[in-house]
């Protein structure tokens, strides 16, 4: 009964982190502070310290999905990164900032 | 006498004995009267086993003449009294009659340490009885004592003086005698001095001395001669070139000749002094300079009591120049003042005074006026004023302004000078204005302690490159030592976390471990370097720590990446003058080569070891050439895996970017594309935007391609020739455990290749038969079923089932978007059916990438990717 309610009580600090995270990154979206790139990566739009560390952690986590998906399908890192930033802008909600191709940040 | 009878005595005796009893207190009162009167004040008078006075003084005009402290009469027969302190200060009465002692009655006086203008504070010990003075003085090795007959008015007087007593670094002794006449406001006498071994301690020189004074009626005389070249420290030696010869009276001097000349390692300094003619109580001379520092030449004229310097401009050491545009007259009286407008030039730095005011009083020099700064340093316009006085007491007057103008740079100080007095002399500035942009401020403080100037400097400011914090902060201690500043150890910049562009540059700190030694070449010390590293948004720079040795302009840093277990030497120094002012020095790396670093690649490095050498240069923009080797690499582009990667290449970045070429072949064991390759080797060269391959060679499926030339990307069909292909590695590509088809025999040819950035084509491509090959197609339960299902197909299976081929060839084109074309002709014989022969022209269409197993991407990748949860950040 105590393991169930322990790996219940972690399953949801698991959970409300989670959510923590996914709140910042998307404050840092509908703040133009960040946006999507097509090489797979997030971009700084507007710099500052917390978005730098945002961005940065989540890149790093980023690759090591890329570079897990590129291993397991014969593929290369970048191949992969660039199909998974492509399908991120075009994923990215309205009026948040994506770069476009001649490198320019622009809001979709 | 019986009581009665006293009683008697007294009533009728009572008033005289009233005035008897008061007498003594009366003759103490008109004594205090009296003394009063001459000007004597005293303050703290008790009775401690005899009378003791806590201070005393003597008025005269209104000028305090003699004053004392802690007298005490410990006798009265004969008057016994010690002095702890007794000061004869100067006053402002002019020229003194010098009248002998008065009478007194017997007395001995002890004065601990009596202070007069000009001299040390001297113990003395003056004994008096009938009227002959005996008076012994001491101050440290030193010593003089001199009898006054006060009756006959005559004295003598002898003494040794050592030479360290007056500067510590001074060697040697001057004994003096004299003896003469003391009356009636008449001071007549001799005086003869000798100098022995006089020098200067680290100097070999040593010289004698001779000194003969005469005072006659009024009248003086002097004269005085150097043996031998006298050192004066600092290499400086005092040579009179003859003997020194001067007369006068108690107004000023009638006659004067000297030739000195002082030599040292600036140069040399001549004076000459000759008097016009006899009587007339003036002449002139002449100050002379010269050598590498010192240039000049000063005319000089004198008047019986002052020294003028005619206009004259001078050159100094450190490149200093004084100037005067009129005629400065320094008093040769015991008391004067002249007006003094002069320049001081130090390279474009301009102080000067307009009738300001020198004035002198016996011993002690006085300036009062203004001086204004103005001029240009390292770019920056200078400006100040100072408005006050400087004596021997120190400075008074209003705070001194500087301002500091520049493109980029403002700012203001402002140094109040109360604290600039002896012995501790101490001074605050604060600096405030900005630089760019950004605020710059701080206080500097300063004090005279110890024999040393010492202090702090407390500033902060922003870096003007920071986009976003950057805050730095500065506190330094500092002091001056044996004429050299130092920056205290402990002396700390720091520097806050801040951004530059999208680059989060975590906290820096400097730490001087030693003293850093400040000289006009630079700085000297060593500091301990601590970064807290950088973020960046595709990867994270670790914290760096080292230390850094910096030597005049130059400097060497020895950084330290532990994380990476990376090790960094950097020099660097100045190079050029002016505009051409840069900076170059050398670098070298060694660092194993980890996945940490790959966080901003497109490969993820596994294992090697990096080694680079370079000199580099930054003057208007920078410059680097330099070689790095790479040994034992691995790495991976995700599903292709690289291992045994070992070359050298030279490197240069240049304005125009960065150019790398390998020294020698560079090579790799094994790549992993879904076949194995192995042994590949060439040689590159690259301006990272295009790559020149040269000698490529490369073991694949049994065989070989090679390649002279290759450039990516290019337009160019380019020609790779394939030789000794294992057609059975070929069919192992399948990774059938049941194959069909069973290959063997080699082929070769020309494959020519268009390698674009993005894609890759063929373009009439051919390749044929390297001896004979053979073709099995085995029987299974496919096979069988083609075959059931129509006869010519069985048929041809037949002929095709053990096929010995001595004609292959294959012609195959490739279109960017993966589409291979291939036209093969095979002619051969099946030897299971009597040689049979057979020809076979066959066509292929296929999408190569597809075929690839590492190019095989696509919605599954996508679906993978997109489910991912936002949490991670993944798209």
């Known amino acids: 009964m105590k393991a169930a309610t322990r790996l219940l009580m972690a399953v949801l600090l698991l959970a409300c982190s989670a959510l923590t995270m996914a709140l910042d990154l998307d404050s840092a979206k509908s703040q133009g502070l960040v946006g999507e790139q097509p090489n797979g990566y997030l971009g700084v739009v507007k710099a500052s310290p917390d978005a730098v560390e945002l961005v940065a952690d989540i890149n790093a986590k980023r690759r090591s999905a890329y570079e897990a998906i590129a291993k397991k399908n014969g593929a290369t890192l970048d191949q992969v990164a660039a199909l998974a ?20 940040w622009i809001k979709k | 006498m019986s009581m009665r009878s006293r009683l008697a005595f007294v009533r009728r005796y009572y008033r005289w004995l009233i005035v008897l009893a008061l007498l003594p207190l009366g003759l103490l009162l008109v004594a205090a009267l009296i003394a009063y009167t001459q000007g004597m004040r005293v303050q703290g008078v008790s009775w401690q086993n005899g009378l003791e006075l806590a201070q005393w003084q003597r008025l005269h005009n209104g000028c305090v003449r003699v004053l004392g402290e802690r007298l005490r009469v410990t006798g009265w027969r004969p008057l016994t009294i010690t002095m702890t302190r007794m000061s004869l200060p100067k006053c402002e009465t002019g020229a003194e009659e010098l009248s002998p002692p008065p009478w007194t009655p017997p007395f001995d006086l002890s004065i601990k340490a009596l202070t007069i203008p000009g001299l040390p504070p001297l113990a003395v010990v003056i004994h008096q009885r009938e009227q002959r003075w005996q008076v012994q003085a001491r101050y440290r090795r030193s010593n003089a004592s001199a009898v ?14 050592q030479a360290t007593d007056i500067a510590p670094k001074l060697l040697g002794a001057l004994n003096f005698t004299g003896k003469g006449m003391w009356q009636a406001k008449r001071l007549d006498g001799s005086w003869q001095a000798q100098g022995y071994q006089l020098g200067y301690l680290g100097q070999p020189q040593r010289t004698d001395t001779t000194l003969e004074a005469s005072l006659a009626a009024k009248r003086w005389r002097l004269n005085a001669t150097l043996g031998a070249p006298l050192a004066l420290g600092g290499g400086w030696n005092l040579e009179a070139r003859e003997a020194l010869r001067a007369s006068g009276n108690l107004d000023g001097v009638e006659s004067l000749r000297l030739d000195l000349r002082a030599t040292g390692p600036q140069g040399n300094v001549r004076l000459t002094l000759e008097t016009e003619g006899g009587g007339v109580a003036r002449g002139q001379g002449r100050l002379t300079l010269a050598g590498p520092s010192l240039a000049g030449t000063v005319p000089l004229r004198w008047s019986r009591q002052r020294l003028e310097l005619l206009p004259a401009e001078i050159r100094l050491p450190e490149e200093l120049r004084l100037s005067w545009a009129r005629p400065v007259a320094l008093p040769l009286a015991p008391v004067g003042e002249s007006p003094l407008s002069a320049e001081l030039q130090y390279r474009n730095i301009r102080v000067k005074t307009v009738d300001s005011r020198l004035s002198w009083q016996q011993a002690r020099w006085g300036w009062q006026g203004q001086l204004e700064l103005a001029g240009k340093a390292a770019g920056y316009d200078l400006a100040g004023v100072w408005r006050g006085r400087i004596d021997a007491a120190g400075l008074t007057g209003e705070p001194a302004s500087l301002t500091v103008k520049g493109a980029d740079l403002q700012l203001a100080l402002r140094v109040p000078v109360t604290g600039f007095h002896p012995p501790r002399w101490t001074a605050r500035a604060d600096f405030n204005g900005r630089y760019g942009n950004y605020p710059l401020m701080g206080v500097l403080n300063a004090s005279f302690a110890r024999g040393r100037w010492e202090g702090a400097v407390e500033g902060h400011s922003r870096l003007p490159f920071y986009a976003q914090g950057g805050n730095l902060k500065v506190a330094v201690p500092w002091y001056g030592k044996e004429g050299q500043w130092f920056l205290g150890t402990g002396s700390r910049a720091t520097l806050a976390e801040g951004l530059i562009g999208t680059t989060l540059i975590k906290p820096i700190a400097l730490t001087a471990a030693t003293p850093l030694r400040l000289g006009p070449q630079g700085v000297w010390g060593t500091l301990q370097v601590k970064a807290d590293g950088a973020v960046a948004t595709r990867g994270v720079l670790p914290a760096v720590i080292g230390q850094m040795d910096v030597s005049g302009q130059q400097g060497r840093a020895r950084l330290h990446v532990p994380a990476w277990q990376s090790e960094l ?9 002016g505009k051409n002012t840069g900076v170059k020095g050398t670098l070298e790396l060694t660092t194993p080569l980890v996945a940490a670093m790959s966080r901003s690649l497109g490969v993820s490095l596994q ?5 680079g050498q370079a000199r580099w240069q930054w003057q208007d923009h920078w410059q680097l050439k330099g070689e790095v080797k790479v040994s034992g690499l691995a790495l991976d582009w995700g599903g292709i895996l690289a291992a045994g990667g070992n070359g050298s290449a030279h490197i240069e970045l240049h304005p125009d970017g960065l150019t790398l070429s390998s020294i020698g072949p560079i090579s790799l064991a094994e790549l992993e594309v879904g076949t194995l390759v192995r042994n590949l080797r060439m040689t ?21 391609v090679r390649a002279p030339a290759l450039q990516w990307p290019s337009p160019q069909y380019q020609t790779v020739t394939a030789s000794r292909i294992n057609l059975e590695d070929v069919v192992a590509l399948e990774n059938e455990p049941n194959p069909t088809v069973q290959l063997a025999g080699r082929v070769g040819g020309h494959l020519p290749l268009q390698l674009m950035k993005d894609s890759l084509a063929l373009q009439g491509g051919v390749l044929s038969n390297e001896g004979p090959l053979s073709l099995k197609v085995l029987p299974s339960a496919g096979v069988s079923a083609m075959g059931q299902s129509n006869r010519a ?7 095709l089932s053990n096929l010995a081929i001595h004609d292959f060839q294959a012609r195959l084109d490739m279109k960017p978007d993966g ?10 014989q099946n030897p299971q059916q009597n040689s049979l022969p057979v020809v076979l022209n066959y066509t292929h269409r296929e999408n190569v990438f597809e075929l690839l197993r590492s190019l095989r991407i696509g919605d599954e990748i996508s679906r993978r990717v997109l489910e991912r949860r936002p949490a991670e950040g993944l798209p």
């Open chain 1, 85 to 104: 930033g492509q399908k991120a802008i075009e994923k990215s909600a309205p009026g948040t900032y994506v770069k476009a191709p001649d490198g320019q």
């Open chain 2, 148 to 161: 006054y007959d006060r009756l006959s008015g005559r004295w003598t007087a002898q003494g040794q003086i």
């Open chain 2, 569 to 577: 030497s950097l020099t660097a120094g100045l190079s050029g003058r």
């Open chain 2, 607 to 611: 294992k090697g070891m990096l080694n």
């Open chain 2, 684 to 704: 590159v060269r690259s301006d990272l935007s295009t790559w020149h391959f040269a000698d490529v060679h490369a073991e694949v499926l049994g065989g070989n």
């Open chain 2, 793 to 799: 197909v069985q048929l041809a299976l037949d002929t």
């Open chain 2, 819 to 828: 589409w291979l074309d291939a036209a093969v002709t095979v002619k051969g």
